[in-house]
C-alpha cells in the first residue's frame, strides 16, 4: 500500500513537472521562469536513490541496446554487475541499525547447501529442504503412525487384564504429578493441532473450506500456538526433574525390550515403576527431543540473547523445530495410545492417581514388590501429609 502511494506521488509529481515546463516554454520571455543549471539536472539523473530513477526508461530508444555503462546513467543500479553482486550476497548499504536489521542491505542470501538441497542461495535451498523433504515425509511419518496404531487396535484391540480387579489400590501418580503431565499434555496437543495445520493445512484444510476460512483458522491456531509453547517449555523442564529418578535403567530393561514389552505375546515382561518403553519416551521424546524444539522455538522467537538473528539462523532453527517436532508427535502418539485406550486400566492411573494391584503385578510387578515391602508407600500422598501434621503439631 505505501509502495503503492509513493507511486502515485511520484507520477503525479512528475506530471506537474512536465506542464509547468511545458508552460514555461510557451510563456513571453518576462515571465519565463530561470532555467535549471545543466549540473543540477545531471546529478538528480545520476542519484542512487530509486525515487529519483526516471520512470519509464525502457521506453528510450535503444534501451535493449544499452551498456551496463549507459544503463547506470539512465537507471543507476540498473545493471549486471550490480544485479551480479546482489545474487552473490554482497552487502548494500542501509540505513536500518544493524542491531535490528542485521541482513538489511542484503538482498539475495550467498548460496549454501543445506542437508536436502541443492546447491543454491539460502531461501531457495529453505525452501527446497521444507517443500522436498520435511512437508511431505514428516506429513508420510504421522500418517504412517497414526494409520499403525488403528490397524493394531483393529486386530488386537485394548490390551486386557487377566485377572479380575482386586479393588486394592496404589497410588501411581501424586497430585503434583499429575498436575505436571497434564499441563506438559495439554500444551503438547494444542502446539500439535496448530502446527500440523499451519504446516500442511494448505494441502488438506483450504481446498475444503476456503482461504478466507483457512486465514482465521491458521491466524487463531498461530497465537494459540505462541501461548502455549511457554507452558510447554516450563512444564517440560517440570516434568523431567519430576520423573527423572525413575528413569534411570533399571533391572529388567533390557529383557522388557528384547520382549517387545509384550505387545506381541501373553507373557509381559516384568517392569519397576516406568518400563523401558516408557524410559525411551522420556529420554528420547522428553529431554532429547522436547529441549530441542523447545530451545528451537526460543531462538525463532528471538528470545536467546547473543545471537545474531539473520536468516539464515532461523532458517536453521525452523528445519530443526519442524524436523524435531514431526519426530516427537510421532513417539508420543504411541505414547497416548498405549496411555488411554491401548492398555485398560492405565489411563485411571493419571486421571485419579490410584490403579489397582492387579494392573500393577500385570504391567509393572518390580514396582508392586517394592510396595509390598514397603520400599515404596502405598499411598505417598497419606504418607506425606501425615509427615506435614506430625511437623507441624511438633512446632506446637
Not at 518576462?30 to 545531471?42: E, F, N
Not at 523442564?237 to 506381541?264: E, S
Not at 492398555?343 to 508392586?368: C, P
Not at 506425606?384 to 512446632?395: G, H, L, N, S, W
Amino acid at each position: 500500500m505505501l509502495r503503492t502511494i509513493l507511486t502515485s506521488l511520484s507520477a503525479l509529481a512528475l506530471t506537474v513537472l512536465i506542464s509547468h515546463t511545458a508552460l514555461a516554454q510557451n510563456a513571453p520571455a518576462a515571465t519565463a521562469a530561470p532555467a535549471v543549471p545543466a549540473a543540477a539536472t545531471s546529478n538528480a539523473i545520476q542519484s542512487v536513490n530509486i525515487m529519483d530513477v526516471k520512470p519509464e526508461a525502457s521506453l528510450e530508444p535503444g534501451y535493449a541496446q544499452q551498456t551496463n555503462g549507459e544503463r547506470a546513467k539512465v537507471q543507476p543500479g540498473n545493471n549486471a554487475p550490480m544485479w551480479r553482486q546482489v545474487g552473490s550476497g554482497v552487502e548494500g548499504y542501509s540505513s536500518l541499525p544493524k542491531s535490528t536489521a542485521p541482513e538489511a542491505g542484503v538482498l539475495i542470501q550467498p548460496f549454501t547447501q543445506y542437508p536436502g538441497s541443492r546447491l543454491t542461495n539460502a531461501g531457495e535451498a529453505w525452501r527446497q529442504v521444507r517443500n522436498n523433504w520435511i512437508i511431505p515425509y514428516g506429513g508420510s511419518l504421522v500418517l504412517i503412525v497414526l494409520g499403525g496404531l488403528g490397524l493394531y487396535y483393529w486386530r488386537k484391540g485394548a490390551a486386557k487384564l487377566p485377572d479380575a480387579p482386586t479393588g486394592r489400590k496404589i497410588e501411581r501418580f501424586t497430585p503434583f504429578e499429575r498436575s505436571a503431565h497434564w499441563a506438559n499434555a495439554i500444551a503438547f496437543c494444542i502446539l500439535s493441532i496448530s502446527g500440523l495445520v499451519m504446516a500442511f493445512g494448505q494441502y488438506v484444510l483450504m481446498p475444503v473450506i476456503g482461504q478466507t476460512l483457512f486465514g482465521y483458522l491458521t491466524y487463531l491456531l498461530k497465537n494459540a500456538h505462541n501461548f502455549a509453547g511457554p507452558l510447554f517449555a516450563v512444564s517440560l523442564i517440570v516434568v523431567m526433574f519430576t520423573f527423572v529418578r525413575d528413569n534411570l535403567p533399571a533391572k529388567g530393561d533390557l529383557n522388557w525390550l528384547l520382549k517387545g514389552g509384550g505387545l506381541f505375546s501373553k507373557d509381559h515382561p516384568k517392569a519397576g515403576r516406568f518400563n523401558a518403553g516408557e524410559k525411551m519416551v522420556f529420554w528420547g521424546g522428553v529431554f532429547f527431543l522436547g529441549l530441542t524444539v523447545v530451545g528451537s522455538g526460543l531462538v525463532m522467537d528471538k528470545l536467546v540473547p547473543g545471537l545474531s538473528y539473520e536468516r539464515a539462523t532461523m532458517q536453521i532453527a525452523h528445519m530443526v523445530h519442524a524436523v524435531s517436532t514431526v519426530l516427537m508427535m510421532a513417539m508420543f502418539m504411541g505414547h497416548i495410545y498405549l496411555g488411554s485406550i491401548g492398555t485398560e486400566g492405565t489411563y485411571q492411573g493419571m486421571k485419579t492417581g490410584y490403579v489397582d494391584e492387579n494392573w500393577a503385578k500385570h504391567h509393572h510387578e518390580l514396582w508392586l514388590e517394592d510396595v509390598k515391602s514397603g520400599k515404596i508407600p502405598r499411598d505417598r500422598t497419606a504418607v506425606a501429609a501425615a509427615a506435614v501434621a506430625a511437623a507441624q503439631a511438633k512446632t506446637v
